[in-house]
T-cell receptor, first 122, second 108 residues
Framework: QVQLQESGPGLVKPSQTLSLTCSVS??????????WTWIRQHPGKGLEWIGY???????YYNPSLKSRINISVDTSKNQISLNLSSVTAADTAVYYC??????????????WGQGTLITVSS | SSELTQDPTVSVALGQTVGITCQGD??????ASWYQQKPGQAPVLVIY???KRPSGIPDRFSGSSSGNTASLTITGAQAEDEAAYYC???????????FGGGTRLTVL
């Protein structure tokens, strides 16, 4: 059973770069068939798709964040990473990683990691 | 338009049937998936591929779609179904994913 676990600094100062890691266990990222997605949720708000990556390195990003984000994959560590630059208080959120399946005209995210709260504050 | 619209709140009496809808132009092409989120927890997939349920999801949850509207139906709502529900799909370009604003379900 695939499990995902996010890890990150918890607190980041404004203007700095946020770096998060998603560790995947119970399955290999490099086996293919799935994308790996980052999603965030501002406190008390809804879900926001950030972007996703395939094991080959192909990425798609949310246009509203594209200039500040980079998602990468390390198949040797079975990890996905998210870097978000020039953070502000508006980037304070719970960040989730999720396994993403695409089939035809259908996408779905399952399972999700437990999420990690990132607070941007000086 | 590139957005998915959900009613912010819906309520249902215990044991009754409730429908939660998600509207968006992209749903004419792309299927919706549905997620249940309880306070303090990560979202959980409850419907994918329009109508399919993952293993472990009770069969009182069902999905359907018509035109620009996807629907999640709970037949015989239980107290433990009280949660926020989010739909997700692609935008009209097909390159990006998006979520609806979420529906908070109250079971009375």
């Amino acid at each position: 059973q695939v499990q995902l676990q996010e890890s990150g600094p918890g607190l980041v100062k404004p203007s700095q770069t946020l770096s998060l890691t998603c560790s995947v266990s119970g399955g290999s990222i490099s086996s293919g068939g799935y994308y790996w997605t980052w999603i965030r949720q501002h406190p008390g708000k809804g879900l926001e798709w950030i972007g996703y990556i395939y094991h080959s390195g192909i990425t798609y990003y949310n246009p509203s964040l594209k200039s500040r984000i980079n998602i990468s994959v390390d198949t040797s560590k079975n990890q996905i990473s998210l870097n978000l630059s020039s953070v502000t208080a508006a980037d304070t959120a719970v960040y989730y990683c999720a396994r993403h399946r695409l089939s035809g005209y259908s996408d779905w995210f399952d399972p999700w990691g437990q999420g990690t709260l990132i607070t941007v504050s000086s | 338009s590139s957005e998915l619209t959900q009613d912010p709140t819906v309520s249902v009496a215990l044991g009754q049937t409730v429908g939660i809808t998600c509207q968006g132009d992209s749903l004419r092409t792309y299927s919706a998936s549905w997620y249940q989120q309880k306070p303090g927890q990560a979202p959980v997939l409850v419907i994918y591929y329009k109508t399919k349920r993952p293993s472990g999801i009770p069969d009182r949850f069902s999905g359907s779609s018509s035109g620009n509207t996807a629907s999640l139906t709970i037949t015989g709502a239980q107290a433990e179904d009280e949660a926020a529900y989010y739909c997700s799909s692609r935008d009209s370009s097909g390159d990006h994913l998006m979520f609806g604003g979420g529906t908070r379900l109250t079971v009375l």
